[in-house]
């Protein structure tokens, strides 16, 4: 009988294999599933995949920083997301959490910690690493920033990720699916939701956020 199912997102095959590995053997009757970037993960999700946990790491292919962590919590908010990351920044921490993460390891934790982090997520709790202070807020200009990349439809969180890749319009509209009308619909819609005047600026906005290094997006 399985017990849960987990996906570790990850583009590093060697830290999902080993974190699967740690996890399988505390975790009895557990399927472990592993997902090298973004695209992988929504199309498994899109195929029916029930996950009761993801672990995701905040920067790879298909997503950058926090803009991942929002999508996800937008477009499957009933499936608990664990931040699994080499950055330990309280900074970083905090934010994660505003943005609806379950919980937050740095990937520097020992194994049995990460064990405990998981197990404590699965059992509906919320977990950070101890230590870390997160009860200061955050600056006013970031918290608003955050509050309008949560008001971003799932869509158009993926449009915006594609954007910092430094995609054109034409491209992601293949990417999607759609027309290229609407995904400037999409872009239009995303400035004026972020008040910003251009992609350029929606990508600097959202990398003052995460302190990811997005690629510079065309004009």
């Known amino acids: 009988m399985l017990t849960y199912r987990i996906v570790i997102v ?13 996890l399988s053997a505390t975790l009895e009757n557990s399927e472990i599933v592993e997902a090298g970037s973004m695209d992988e993960l929504t199309a498994r999700l899109a195929d029916g995949l029930e996950v009761d946990l993801i672990l995701l790491d905040l920067t790879m292919p298909g997503v950058q920083g926090l803009s991942g962590l929002v999508f996800l919590r937008g477009q499957h908010p009933e499936i608990p997301v664990m ?12 934010r994660c959490m505003d943005c609806g993460a379950s919980g937050f390891v740095p990937k520097s934790q020992p194994v049995d910690d990460i064990r405990g982090a998981v197990r404590s997520v699965l ?5 950070t690493p101890p230590g870390v202070d997160l009860s200061s ?42 027309s290229e009308a609407t995904i400037k ?16 600026q929606a990508v600097i906005a959202v990398n003052k956020i995460d302190g990811t290094s997005w690629q510079k997006a065309v004009e």
């Open 83 to 94: 931040v699994v990351s080499a950055n330990d920044d309280p900074v970083t921490i905090r």
């Open 185 to 200: 619909a999409h872009v239009s819609a995303i400035l004026q939701k972020l008040g910003v005047d251009s992609r350029t």
């Open 10 to 22: 990850d583009d590093h095959p060697l830290f999902r294999g080993a974190l699967r590995q740690a």
């Open 123 to 127: 059992d509906g709790d919320v977990w």
């Open 137 to 178: 807020s955050g600056d006013t200009e970031t918290s608003a920033l955050l509050s309008r990349l949560s008001s971003l439809t799932p869509q158009q969180i993926r449009v915006l990720m594609m954007l910092g890749e430094g995609l054109l319009n034409k491209q992601i509209a293949y990417k999607l699916g759609v």
